[in-house]
Protein backbone atom coordinates (compact mmCIF):
# COMPACT_ATOMS: atom_id res chain seq x y z
CA UNK A 1 0.00 0.00 0.00
CA UNK A 2 1.47 3.56 -0.85
CA UNK A 3 0.18 5.14 2.55
CA UNK A 4 1.07 4.47 6.24
CA UNK A 5 -0.02 5.14 9.41
CA UNK A 6 0.33 8.88 10.30
CA UNK A 7 0.88 10.11 6.93
CA UNK A 8 -0.74 13.34 5.92
CA UNK A 9 -2.80 12.47 2.76
CA UNK A 10 -5.21 14.46 0.11
CA UNK A 11 -8.34 13.31 -0.52
CA UNK A 12 -9.33 12.86 -4.07
CA UNK A 13 -12.92 11.94 -4.57
CA UNK A 14 -16.50 11.99 -2.84
CA UNK A 15 -17.73 14.35 -0.45
CA UNK A 16 -14.37 15.30 1.11
CA UNK A 17 -12.70 16.17 -1.80
CA UNK A 18 -9.25 18.22 -1.69
CA UNK A 19 -9.54 17.71 1.95
CA UNK A 20 -6.10 17.26 3.81
CA UNK A 21 -5.77 14.51 6.96
CA UNK A 22 -3.50 11.97 8.61
CA UNK A 23 -3.76 8.66 8.33
CA UNK A 24 -5.16 7.15 11.60
CA UNK A 25 -5.97 3.34 10.30
CA UNK A 26 -4.96 1.10 7.69
CA UNK A 27 -6.97 -2.38 6.15
CA UNK A 28 -4.53 -3.71 4.05
CA UNK A 29 -6.71 -6.91 3.16
CA UNK A 30 -9.31 -4.53 1.85
CA UNK A 31 -7.28 -1.95 0.65
CA UNK A 32 -8.63 0.71 2.75
CA UNK A 33 -7.35 4.06 4.95
CA UNK A 34 -9.51 5.89 7.91
CA UNK A 35 -8.31 9.32 7.89
CA UNK A 36 -8.95 11.50 11.07
CA UNK A 37 -11.83 13.86 11.17
CA UNK A 38 -13.02 13.07 7.57
CA UNK A 39 -15.75 10.85 6.18
CA UNK A 40 -17.68 10.62 9.14
CA UNK A 41 -20.40 8.83 10.30
CA UNK A 42 -23.11 8.42 12.60
CA UNK A 43 -23.92 5.61 15.13
CA UNK A 44 -26.60 5.07 17.57
CA UNK A 45 -25.51 2.89 20.71
CA UNK A 46 -28.48 1.00 22.69
CA UNK A 47 -28.63 1.57 25.83
CA UNK A 48 -28.27 -1.86 27.90
CA UNK A 49 -30.21 -2.36 30.86
CA UNK A 50 -27.67 -5.42 32.13
CA UNK A 51 -24.85 -3.58 32.24
CA UNK A 52 -26.24 -0.39 32.68
CA UNK A 53 -24.71 1.68 29.91
CA UNK A 54 -26.63 4.48 28.76
CA UNK A 55 -27.50 5.34 24.84
CA UNK A 56 -25.39 7.31 22.66
CA UNK A 57 -25.06 8.97 19.36
CA UNK A 58 -21.36 8.12 18.14
CA UNK A 59 -19.51 10.03 15.62
CA UNK A 60 -16.66 8.29 13.92
CA UNK A 61 -14.91 8.03 10.60
CA UNK A 62 -15.45 5.63 7.98
CA UNK A 63 -13.34 3.72 5.33
CA UNK A 64 -11.95 5.39 2.39
CA UNK A 65 -10.75 3.55 -0.68
CA UNK A 66 -6.62 3.94 -0.67
CA UNK A 67 -6.91 4.84 -3.96
CA UNK A 68 -8.85 8.08 -3.43
CA UNK A 69 -6.20 9.66 -0.97
CA UNK A 70 -2.37 10.35 -2.36
CA UNK A 71 0.51 11.56 0.16
CA UNK A 72 0.58 15.33 0.87
CA UNK A 73 4.14 16.85 -0.34
CA UNK A 74 4.94 19.87 1.65
CA UNK A 75 7.18 21.24 -0.48
CA UNK A 76 4.59 21.52 -3.75
CA UNK A 77 1.42 21.89 -1.28
CA UNK A 78 -0.62 19.34 -3.12
CA UNK A 79 -0.71 15.29 -3.20
CA UNK A 80 1.70 13.54 -5.16
CA UNK A 81 2.00 9.79 -6.73
CA UNK A 82 5.30 7.64 -5.23
CA UNK A 83 6.90 5.32 -6.05
CA UNK A 84 9.50 2.48 -4.11
CA UNK A 85 13.13 2.72 -3.84
CA UNK A 86 15.88 1.69 -1.94
CA UNK A 87 18.43 3.53 0.16
CA UNK A 88 22.27 2.36 -0.94
CA UNK A 89 25.35 3.96 0.48
CA UNK A 90 25.62 7.41 2.04
CA UNK A 91 21.85 7.49 1.72
CA UNK A 92 22.09 7.46 -2.50
CA UNK A 93 18.57 5.91 -3.64
CA UNK A 94 18.41 2.94 -6.19
CA UNK A 95 15.57 1.93 -8.42
CA UNK A 96 16.07 -1.78 -7.32
CA UNK A 97 16.97 -3.79 -4.44
CA UNK A 98 19.80 -4.99 -6.49
CA UNK A 99 21.58 -1.92 -6.88
CA UNK A 100 21.26 -0.76 -3.52
CA UNK A 101 23.28 -3.94 -2.42
CA UNK A 102 25.86 -3.33 -4.97
CA UNK A 103 26.29 0.24 -3.78
CA UNK A 104 27.56 -1.09 -0.52
CA UNK A 105 30.08 -3.72 -1.95
CA UNK A 106 31.05 -6.65 0.33
CA UNK A 107 30.00 -4.60 3.55
CA UNK A 108 26.37 -4.70 2.61
CA UNK A 109 23.40 -4.92 5.75
CA UNK A 110 21.58 -7.33 5.98
CA UNK A 111 18.56 -5.22 5.38
CA UNK A 112 18.10 -2.84 2.86
CA UNK A 113 15.56 0.15 3.88
CA UNK A 114 12.71 0.87 1.56
CA UNK A 115 11.32 4.44 1.16
CA UNK A 116 8.69 6.37 -1.07
CA UNK A 117 9.84 8.30 -3.56
CA UNK A 118 8.26 11.48 -5.39
CA UNK A 119 9.55 11.98 -9.05
CA UNK A 120 7.62 15.09 -8.96
CA UNK A 121 8.39 17.14 -5.88
CA UNK A 122 12.36 14.78 -5.28
CA UNK A 123 10.61 13.98 -1.61
CA UNK A 124 11.27 11.26 0.14
CA UNK A 125 8.67 10.01 2.47
CA UNK A 126 10.51 7.83 5.52
CA UNK A 127 13.52 7.75 7.49
CA UNK A 128 16.26 7.97 5.24
CA UNK A 129 19.75 7.15 7.48
CA UNK A 130 23.04 8.26 5.41
CA UNK A 131 26.48 5.90 6.51
Known amino acids: MHVKKGDTVVILAGKEKGERGEIIDIDRKHGRVK???????VKNKKPNLLTGEE????EKENWIDASNVLIFSEKLQKGVRTQARWVGKGGSLHT???EAVASFGSDAPERIQKVR???KSEETFGAVNAD
Open 117 to 119: YSV
Open 35 to 41: VERRNMI
Open 55 to 58: GAVI
Open 96 to 98: TRT
